[in-house]
């Protein structure tokens, strides 16, 4: 008798194990919505030991991948797809970069969490547009905080800024 | 045998309750907070955020005798504003213990202090222990803030019991807020209305029914990591030290201390989380109330509010 019941807390801890995920846009309508009409060039990289290190060093941020997602577009731009960590579950993202490294867009493509949703709003995200490497993006400094959805606003900003840090150590015309 | 048959109805109401709740919900399962069983963290609901969370509760096993205690609480929280939530609780509990006691007597558990029973009689009963209130307010985060901290209130009433326990929150974040470290300072004034003991010397207050004051000072720790995207797992340690009365600052009150320890287990999703964690009483109890041997065994404390392993599994739903 006494086994039995203490598997029945054990069988509800299985029990969500088996739930979906929310998807609000493929990496295909990502390109598209941020270059329309543009041809992307997919340019992968695996990023060395030595890169890894340097992108913690100028960002203070830890790649969670040594596969970098990039594309380049014909006009000299980059689509780049990462991830950061939610509340729960990764939050992929997407940045788009012009030629001279310069940030068009940010787009969340994947959002798993109960709330925080308004980092995709496109209000909060357009404080990124025009934002460079070297740019601080500190939470509550020159990027806002959305009360409620600290973390996930945080880890985006940080995300941003470990890419705009990853261009220009790995992608810039300038390190070739 | 009785002693199985209720132990298994606990198992029942417990687990079909439970489960319940997680079939309801597992189709569009995600989840949240508490990542602790026992230990709070400084995350608040968002302003106008909802949730319900259940908690069961087992306290299982003396050093002698029978001993099986559960306790249900069900709970529904509110974020006031982005830093304070409030939330509101039925408590519930139900006790099966016989012969529970050093001098190998039954006597009820603490919860139960009110209710008398036969030396030689099994208690085996439920009750209705109280409604509790609960405010939490974040002064600091530990996302935009060096360390996160909150303070906690909860009061208690009940038929027969009174409680308001307060609570000092800290909680520090690793590793890209994916490793989680916090500490509780908790202290609780209970009141509870026993009846009068005819053994009692007369001239106290033992003799005749009173309201029973005592404290309880906690201090726990507890660390946790999101070892992959929706679990985490982790360590929670406790040191509780319960006082005579509602001064904890007199060491000549002090009537006991226990340390417990054990792991955690944490899925959250989108709206649904469960939380399980299961502490064992570890050796350097103390029982000052009660010198005498065979209080404390193998280290441990038999006595009062203590026993040998807790099991804890909170389950909610954010909506």
């Given at each position: 008798m006494k086994s039995r019941?203490?598997?029945?807390?054990?069988?509800?801890?299985a029990a969500p194990a088996a739930a979906h995920a929310t998807t609000y846009m493929s990496v295909e309508q990502a390109q598209a919505l941020m270059f329309p009409g543009e041809a992307l060039k997919p340019d992968p990289r695996a990023l060395t030991d030595a890169q890894v290190a340097a992108i913690r060093k100028d960002s203070g941020e830890s790649p969670l991948s040594r596969e970098l997602k990039a594309w380049r577009a014909a006009d000299g731009g980059w689509f780049i797809?990462?991830?950061?960590?939610?509340?729960?579950?990764?939050?992929?993202?997407?940045?788009?970069l012009d030629s001279a490294g310069a940030v068009r867009s940010v787009e969340i493509l994947d959002y798993r969490e109960s709330y925080g949703g308004q980092v995709r709003e496109a209000a909060w995200r357009s404080q990124f547009v025009g934002k460079r490497h070297g740019a601080a993006l500190k939470l509550g400094?020159?990027?806002?905080n959305i009360s409620g959805a600290t973390l996930s606003s945080k880890h985006v900003a940080d995300g941003v800024r470990r890419l705009l840090s990853t261009y220009a150590l790995v992608l810039a015309p300038s390190v070739h | 045998m009785k002693s199985g048959r209720n132990h298994a109805a606990i198992g029942i109401i417990l687990g079909l309750g439970l489960m319940s709740l997680g079939l309801t919900f597992a189709g569009t399962a995600r989840a949240d907070e508490p990542l602790f069983g026992y230990l709070y963290t400084t995350d608040t609901l968002p302003k106008g955020k909802k949730e319900i969370e259940l908690w069961s509760t087992l306290r299982e096993g003396r050093s002698q005798g029978d001993f099986h205690v559960w306790e249900g609480r069900a709970e529904v929280s509110y974020g006031l504003t982005d830093r304070l939530q409030v939330s509101g609780y039925l408590n519930v509990a139900y006790a099966n213990v016989y012969h529970n006691v050093p001098s190998g007597e039954t006597a009820p558990p603490e919860i139960f202090a009110d209710y008398s029973v036969g030396a030689d009689k099994r208690m085996d009963r439920g009750r209705f222990e109280g409604v509790s209130a609960e405010a939490v307010y974040r002064v600091l985060s530990p996302y935009t803030d060096p360390v996160g901290l909150a303070l906690y209130v909860e009061p208690t009433i009940g038929p027969r019991t009174r409680e308001i326990e307060s609570r000092l929150i800290l909680q520090?974040?690793?590793h890209d807020d994916r490793v989680v470290?916090?500490?509780n300072v908790t202290v609780g004034q209970e009141w509870r209305y026993l009846?009068?003991?005819?053994?009692?010397?007369?001239?106290?207050?033992?003799f005749r029914d009173h309201w029973d004051k005592e404290t309880d000072v906690n201090?726990?720790?507890?660390?946790s990591y999101r070892f992959r995207p929706n679990w985490s797992a982790g360590l929670e340690f406790l040191n509780e030290r319960e006082f005579a009365g509602l001064d904890p600052f007199d060491p000549g009150k002090r009537t006991n201390m226990a340390f417990y320890?054990?792991?955690n287990l944490h899925f959250g999703g989108e709206r649904f989380f469960v939380t399980g964690t299961f502490l064992v009483q570890l050796p350097g109890a103390k029982d000052y109330a009660n010198p005498a041997p065979g209080f404390i065994v193998g280290g441990i404390t038999n006595a009062d509010d203590f026993e040998k392993y807790r099991l804890r599994i909170k389950a909610g739903y954010y909506f």
């Open positions: 019941f203490y598997l029945l807390p054990l069988a509800l801890l797809l990462d991830q950061v960590v939610g509340k729960h579950e990764f939050i992929t993202f997407a940045l788009a400094q020159d990027v806002k | 520090k974040n690793f470290i916090a500490a009846q009068g003991d005819p053994a009692a010397d007369p001239s106290t207050e033992d201090f726990g720790v507890a660390a320890f054990g792991p």
